[in-house]
């Protein structure tokens, strides 16, 4: 009888677990994508999200369940030709660039807005078809800060924008600036006021919707010493009166706003701090009581979903790329992203077939100053990713290979030292590259390997710090592409402020001493 019962209990709980692998599970996508901003249009859901000083920008992904996502194109190749953007006259832009974005849908065109403190501007971006871009730019001073666009019943379009003190500005009938003699007023004084306690994160993220003739603005903030949180205001006129109050408090889950589906249900999208994988996404439930819009489950962020299961980010997200490109096709998958602004004269996926070059053009002699480092997402909980590196044609104080990139990076790579090739590991030790093995190599193929891990995360964490994960970078060679050997020393990854990025995979390629020399990357191969 007891053998019995422990076949049912077995049963049933792998008829759970059956059930659970069936349905959508938070984070929607365990990787690097923050400040989403989400529409619906018909079937088809599309969001916007930040990659601030990755290029091309503002990448836009569409899905058809809320789970699983494909970017489909970005707002801008490049947001502006400076020193900063362009790593030149030892200038960097990390963690600027564009920040948070907000995506609308109005009588047939598409509208994306977003800002950067290293340009001064606000950018207003427009297409009539978002799946192929093509957007129309437009851009003004000053920039507002984490601005939501707005379109009223009335006709009027608004940006609320601002931190703690919330503001409003009209904008003119063309969206090519703010219209003249409405002056800009205070939308909502003191927006944290609801937490009742001193913040630490002021008041911001705001988006701004309109449900059943009611407005609703969706904020984030975090009181001094507490998780990050989620408030919502009310009213019903858009100049107030405003009231508003705790929608969540789970985990630091938060900053979005909402969504809706074709069968009429709702969901909240928000965003985590997920340690060094980054900000990742999360979906949660919400119902209606009284006007307001309920987030969770008892005020919990819950792990399943009644949504179909994620098939993956690969290949939509990130992907394998072997360099090979038929006629018509991108030089470059949507998948990749240059740090910062690349210079199109020293890269070509076309001078030799099958393969990504990599030129120097310039003296460097700090990776993060380096232009043309090539990088993808990395992902979690686990991931794997390789490359295939030809180094016969480097030069003398060269240095080429792959990375895990943030302001504590690791490289395994290949360089040239008084003629001599060597594999050699690269870490980070206080803001300072050390290298930590250098390996002879006399011949000119080799590959490289690097393996991410975020697991060991105390979920019910709420703040960043206490996460305590292992988030742990380990490197690898291979003379032949089989066999593997480990290289320095596992990297300890750290999300850190100065980037305010989840950690990249990159291939890079430098010059210390001449230029010249060029890099091929036979191939990048990842897995999870």
């Known amino acids: 009888m007891k053998k019995k019962i422990r076949l049912i209990f077995a049963f049933l709980v792998l008829l759970v677990q059956t059930v659970s692998l069936a349905q959508a599970q938070n984070p929607i996508i365990f990787a690097d994508v923050p400040d ?57 832009a990390y963690s600027k660039g564009a920040w948070a974005s907000s995506l609308r849908y109005h009588k047939g065109i598409y509208y994306l807005t977003t800002f950067a403190y290293t340009t001064g501007e606000t950018y207003i971006f427009k297409t009539k078809d978002i799946e192929k871009g093509n957007w129309q730019r437009i851009s003004f001073n000053p920039a507002y800060h984490d601005n939501s666009l707005f379109f009223d ?19 003119n009938e063309d969206l090519t600036g703010v219209k003249q003699g409405v002056p800009e007023r205070v939308l909502i004084e003191n927006a944290s006021a609801p937490t009742g306690k001193e913040v630490g994160l002021a008041a911001e993220g705001s988006q701004l919707f309109k449900v059943k003739g009611k407005y609703y603005l969706f904020n984030i903030c975090a009181p001094r010493g507490e998780m990050r949180t989620v408030l919502i205001h009310r009213a019903d006129n858009i100049n107030g009166p405003w009231e508003g109050k705790v929608a969540l408090q789970d985990r630091g889950i938060a900053q979005g706003g909402l969504i809706d589906t074709p069968d009429g249900r709702w969901f909240s999208y928000l965003f985590r701090d997920l340690a060094a994988v980054g900000r990742v996404p999360y979906l949660v439930p919400v119902s209606w009581e ?100 030809d180094v016969s044609k480097m030069k003398e104080g060269d240095f080429a290979g792959f990375s895990v990139l943030q302001k504590k990076y690791g490289l395994v790579g290949v360089k040239i030292d008084a003629g001599q ?13 050390l290298e930590v093995e250098r390996i002879a190599l006399d011949q000119e193929q080799i590959y490289f390997r690097i393996d991410c891990d975020f697991t060991g ?72």
């Open 421 to 433: 090739k060597s594999i050699v590991m690269i870490t980070t030790d206080n803001d300072k590259p």
């Open 290 to 389: 009284d006007g307001w819009p309920v987030l969770g489950e008892k005020g919990k962020v819950p792990t399943t979903l009644d949504l179909p299961a994620s098939k993956g980010l690969i290949p939509d997200l990130v992907a394998c790329d072997e360099f090979n490109r038929r006629k018509g096709q991108a030089a470059l998958p949507l998948v990749w992203q240059w740090n910062h602004n690349p210079d199109n004269a020293l890269w070509s996926v076309t001078e030799r077939k099958g393969f990504l070059r990599l030129k120097t053009g310039r003296i460097d002699t700090d990776f993060l100053q380096a232009r043309n480092t090539l990088t993808q997402r990395t992902i979690g909980p686990t991931s794997s990713a390789s490359v295939a590196l």
């Open 36 to 92: 989403m901003s989400m529409i619906r249009v018909g079937k088809n859901y599309y969001m916007s999200s930040t990659t601030m000083h990755m290029n091309p920008g503002v990448p836009i992904m569409k899905s058809t369940d809320l789970v699983n996502w494909k970017i489909i194109n970005y707002a801008y190749d490049t947001l502006a030709d400076l020193p900063a953007l362009n790593l030149t006259d030892n200038q960097n």
């Open 153 to 171: 019943d009335d006709g009027k379009v608004y940006l609320i924008h601002g931190a703690e003190k919330l503001k409003i500005v009209e904008l």
């Open 457 to 528: 995360m105390n979920d019910e964490a709420n703040s960043l710090y206490a996460l305590n994960g292992k988030d742990q970078a380990s490197f690898f060679y291979s003379l032949d592409g089989k066999v593997w050997k480990p290289i320095g020393r596992p990297l300890k990854m750290k999300y850190d402020i100065p980037h305010f990025m989840g950690y990249r995979f990159g291939l890079f390629n430098y010059a210390s001493k001449e230029i010249g020399g060029y890099a091929d990357f036979d191939w990048f191969r990842i897995k999870y």
